[in-house]
């Protein structure tokens, strides 16, 4: 069975990474679907998102990176994949989730969501959390790939934070 992993991943985080491998050790092939939303504004362009998502999953064999626009029910139709997975970190996550997951099933009843426990480690990690410490020269070590390190430090130094 295939999956959809839907997301802004604005930039991907260790949390979205551990999801990542834990899922391609279940599924047959993982499809990150990057969000191309030009009416939320990114830090990240969808060409640096990508190619940090590329750079920090090389060792998994069966991730396929892809970008959608528009509604996840019409990108998973496109791709004929009727299954997406959704990171639960907290309670406060679940409303928001449910939300989701019910108006997709009322769009697209052959939608399956699956929701897939956050590591305790990582279960405050959000890439908000992370582009706000990059921002103020906090430490992001352990909290993201240090190729996503990098491109914030960047980022930073070009005042695009
Ligand atoms: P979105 O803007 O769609 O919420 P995100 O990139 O913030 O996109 O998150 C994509 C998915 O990854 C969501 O299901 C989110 O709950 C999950 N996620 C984000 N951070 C973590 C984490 N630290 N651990 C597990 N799942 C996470």
Request: glycine share 4%.
């Amino acid at each position: 069975m295939n999956v959809i992993y839907p997301g802004s991943f604005d930039p991907v985080t260790n949390g979205h990474l551990d999801l990542i491998k834990r899922c391609s050790e279940k599924f047959d092939k993982v499809i990150i679907g990057v969000l191309n939303n030009i009416a939320k504004k990114s830090v990240f362009s969808i060409e640096e998102r990508i190619d940090l998502i590329e750079r920090s999953t090389e060792n998994l064999h069966n991730v396929e990176i892809n970008s959608f626009s528009g509604l996840l029910i019409d990108f998973a139709k496109e791709i004929e994949c009727p299954n997406i997975v959704r990171g639960l970190r907290a309670v406060s996550d679940f409303e928001y989730e449910m939300q989701l997951a019910l108006a997709n099933k009322k769009l697209y009843p052959d939608l399956e969501t699956l929701f897939m426990v956050s590591n305790t480690e990582y279960s405050f990690l959000s890439s908000s959390i992370v582009k706000e410490l990059a921002k103020f020269d906090g430490d992001v070590n352990g909290l993201v790939p240090k190729e996503v390190k990098f491109a914030l430090i960047k980022k930073k130094k070009a005042g695009d934070l």
